[in-house]
């Protein structure tokens, strides 16, 4: 009998703390593959923590976090990772290009230069995203939604099975949110797995097929129709939702 392949992600009673106090404590799920997943939850609720105790960015009180079960350390090869776009350094002097290219690293090793191929990979990257004709431009010199779009492009050039997004729609316009989603679609066409923190409630059933539901503990997680729920919501939010429709067919949120 053929065994089961592990899940992309594996999360096992993860618990991280900043200056002891608790961010996340006993954060248990497994993501199936081929998913888009939305990671929701309140401001402070520890989501971005959740992606960058998985990157083993940040450290862990407890727990484990497996990646096709295997540590991290031993998968880089197969992730892709979209940061907040207010943590990059924008004046650092490099071109879109360069950026994009930055993405082939993992496949080339640590002594070997991008090449031509690695250069055609990253401007067909920048192509898909819309950004071909900034290839040479300072990316201190793009707008927030253009330099979105590079880091998305960057993230397409590791040709990872395994994407995390931190909050890629956050202050980009609607042409770009447009070409976010778009990509995201194709991705789970392509049978990648991509998780992201997400703040508007009112786009989750659109754009997701699974969420993660998180108040520094774990709500829920499973396809959105049965998570993203007036439940599942009040236990998150409590008493920050102002608006909420009953039905959530068009869900109206606002948080405060």
């Known amino acids: ?14 618990t991280v703390a900043y200056q002891r106090k608790p961010v996340l404590s006993d954060v248990t ?16 609720a520890g989501k971005s923590t959740l992606i960058k105790a998985s990157l083993g960015l940040i450290p862990k009180v407890r727990g484990e976090v497996l990646i096709y079960g295997k540590p991290y350390a031993q998968q880089r090869k197969l992730i892709g990772y979209v940061p907040q776009r207010e943590s990059v350094d924008w004046d650092f002097p490099t071109s ?12 080339l090793g640590w002594f070997r230069r991008p090449g031509a191929n690695e250069k055609r990979i990253a401007m067909e990257c920048l192509d898909k995203v819309g950004m071909a004709d900034y290839a040479g431009r300072q990316i201190s ?32 316009d609607a042409a770009t949110e447009k070409a976010i989603v778009t990509l995201l679609n194709e991705l789970k066409k392509q049978g990648k797995t991509v998780l992201v923190v997400h703040h508007d409630l009112s786009t989750v059933k659109e754009y997701f097929d699974w969420v993660i539901l998180l108040n520094e503990r774990l709500i829920d997680a499973g396809p959105t129709e049965s998570v993203f729920t007036a439940a599942g919501l009040q236990l998150a939010y409590g008493g920050r939702l102002a608006v909420l429709d009953r039905t959530l067919d068009a869900p109206l949120v606002t948080t405060r």
Do not use: W
């Open 1 to 14: 009998m053929r065994q089961k392949e592990p899940c992309p992600l594996s999360v096992r009673e993860l």
């Open 29 to 44: 799920f497994e993501v199936p593959e081929g998913k888009l997943i939305g990671i929701v939850g309140p401001n402070g």
């Open 96 to 107: 879109a290009l360069d950026v994009v290219t930055m993405g082939r690293y993992g496949h």
């Open 141 to 172: 010199q793009l707008s927030g939604g253009q330099q979105q779009r590079v880091f998305l492009a960057r993230a397409l050039a590791q040709d990872a099975r395994l994407y995390f997004m931190d909050e890629p729609f956050v202050g980009v």
